[in-house]
């Protein structure tokens, strides 16, 4: 899962393959380092 998991039950389980712990952290490296990443990339 990439994004959050909103349940719409009191209770729910799910059963994926996915580990326990999965976190996800946003940045906007403008806004935070006054730049943007730049990577060569080969097609």
Do not use: N
């Amino acid at each position: 899962w990439h994004e959050g998991v909103f349940p719409i039950e009191e209770k729910s389980s799910f059963q994926g393959r996915q580990g326990k712990v999965h976190a996800r952290v946003s940045i906007d490296l403008q806004k935070e380092f006054k730049k943007y990443i730049y990577f060569k990339t080969r097609l």
